[in-house]
């Protein structure tokens, strides 16, 4: 089975750091992606890690450890537009076919207040 | 704008209606994918199509049927469903090839309500 965690919810005030973390158990795994979603639109993507280490993009850097099956998404200089729900997802192979497929956390809702 | 577009945005329908979903993109890509979020659950993979052909239905019941006519169109159609159904409809693409093939894009969506 397919097991993937991250917190529910967090808060953080406009400016500072938040890091989200997310643990996966997963019957393989072919790289660790983190989309973004407001509310009421699609989810874009943010970041993929496959090797371990650190991503950055910007304000966002995303971490990977394959070993502890352990990612986290940091957002620094937070704005009230990064108010959202951060999803945290793992490409696994396919059962039934070649290839591979994304396996998604419930996601993390931050809320950024002044 | 993702350049997936999904249509109607948002549908209410009885449990005995038929309905269809439809999702369109121009990007070039491949690989087509219907997924389901419901309040407070993970988004759910449903079907996966990669050049027209369907190499995944993740145990989804026959009331949702997928038809991909090409690659860069797929519907889903609805018939006889139940009021937990209702959630977001989500399709996505991907190339399978290329420097973006790591990158699945999201259409807006389609609100489902059952009633």
């Known amino acids: 089975g397919q097991n993937i965690d991250q917190p529910t919810e967090m808060t953080a005030t406009e400016g500072a750091i938040v890091q989200i973390n997310c643990t996966y158990q997963t019957s393989g795994f072919n790289g660790l992606f983190w989309y973004q979603q407001h509310a009421g639109e699609a989810p874009t993507f943010l970041s993929y890690?496959?090797?371990?280490g650190l991503e950055e993009k910007g304000r966002f850097s995303s971490f990977l450890s394959r070993s502890k099956g352990y990612s986290y998404l940091l957002l620094k200089e937070l704005q009230m537009k990064d108010s959202a729900s951060y999803l945290c997802?793992?490409?696994?192979?396919?059962?039934?076919?070649?290839?591979?497929?994304?396996?998604f956390g419930g996601g993390t809702r931050v809320l950024v207040k002044p | 704008e993702t350049g997936v577009t999904q249509t109607p945005r948002h549908l209410v329908m009885g449990m005995t209606n038929k309905k269809s979903l439809k999702c369109e993109q121009h990007?070039?890509?491949?690989?087509m994918y219907w997924y389901k979020q419901s309040a407070k659950k993970p988004l759910e993979l449903m079907f996966v199509?990669?050049?027209?052909?369907?190499?995944e239905n993740n145990s989804v019941p026959s009331r949702f049927s997928p038809e991909c006519p090409n690659s860069s169109h797929l519907f889903l159609h609805l018939h006889t469903l139940q009021p937990e159904d209702s959630a977001l409809y989500l399709c996505?693409?991907?190339?399978?090839?290329?420097?973006?093939?790591?990158?699945?894009?999201f259409g807006e969506g389609s609100w489902l309500t059952v009633v």
């Open positions: 199509y990669n050049f027209k052909e369907q190499t």
């Open positions: 996505a693409s991907r190339p399978i090839a290329g420097s973006e093939r790591n990158t699945i894009y």
């Open positions: 890690n496959v090797l371990d």
């Open positions: 990007l070039g890509h491949n690989a």
């Open positions: 997802a793992v490409r696994v192979p396919m059962i039934k076919a070649a290839g591979n497929k994304l396996t």
